[in-house]
């Protein structure tokens, strides 16, 4: 089982970039999907956008299609979240989460492993 720790968050001003990261350790990181997720003040944890296992398929929320961009560097064991043109209402916590099953997965119930998060700032 893999171990996931997340960094990158910051203060950006709207309009702004970040770049989150997703370091896993363990040595079959490219045997599970990752998925972020978001979780604003006084609001339920939302999907965000997931990268499959094998074909490195992507796929993304509405709210961020456009903006952001997931990858993965299996031989760095990392996955990345870039964000562009954000907007205020992207602030919450970001989290990543690893699963070993197979396919696009938006549901937080697919996902075993999760990081601590990393709090996303955006200031209007």
């Known amino acids: 089982q893999v171990q996931l720790v997340e960094s990158g968050g910051g203060l950006v001003q709207a309009g702004g970039s970040l770049r989150l990261s997703c370091a896993a350790s363990g040595r079959t990181f490219n045997s599970y999907a990752l998925g972020w997720f978001r979780q604003a003040p006084e609001k339920e944890r939302e999907f965000v956008g997931s990268i499959s296992r094998g074909d490195n398929s992507v796929y993304y929320t509405d709210s961020v299609k456009g903006r952001f961009t997931i990858s993965r560097d299996n031989a760095k064991n990392t996955a990345y979240l870039q964000m562009n043109s954000l907007k205020p209402e992207d602030t919450a916590v970001y989290y990543c989460?690893?699963?070993?099953?197979?396919?696009?997965?938006?549901?937080?119930?697919?996902?075993?492993?999760w990081g601590q998060g990393t709090q996303v700032t955006v200031s209007s």
């Open positions: 989460a690893a699963s070993p099953r197979f396919g696009l997965l938006i549901r937080e119930n697919s996902y075993d492993t």
